[in-house]
């Protein structure tokens, strides 16, 4: 996302000659087991955590996407 806003903003050029290319987004399924719903803490919520910053990745990506 930041390189697409740089090479729009910086350097004029148009969304059209643009193409992202992806390396390393792996898409794993998450879930919420009842241990992390019903007791929480830290030991509970670590992959919780981990899943929230994925999730922001995607949505830079989908950002970009929707740009171009």
């Given amino acids: 996302m930041t ?3 740089d090479a729009m903003a910086c350097y004029a050029i148009d969304r059209h000659q643009i ?3 992806s390396l390393g987004c792996v898409e794993l399924e998450f ?4 241990d992390q719903i ?3 803490g ?3 919520w670590r992959e919780i955590i ?3 910053m994925r999730l ?4 830079a990506l989908g950002k ?3 740009l171009v």
């Avoid at 879930?31 to 009842?34: G, I, L």
């Avoid at 922001?56 to 949505?59: A, D, E, P, T």
């Fill in 3 to 5: 390189a697409l806003v």
């Fill in 64 to 66: 970009a996407g929707l």
């Fill in 42 to 44: 830290i030991r509970h």
């Fill in 50 to 52: 981990s899943a929230a």
């Fill in 56 to 59: 922001q990745s995607q949505n």
């Fill in 19 to 21: 193409d992202i290319l």
């Fill in 31 to 34: 879930a919420f087991t009842k």
């Fill in 38 to 40: 019903a007791k929480g």
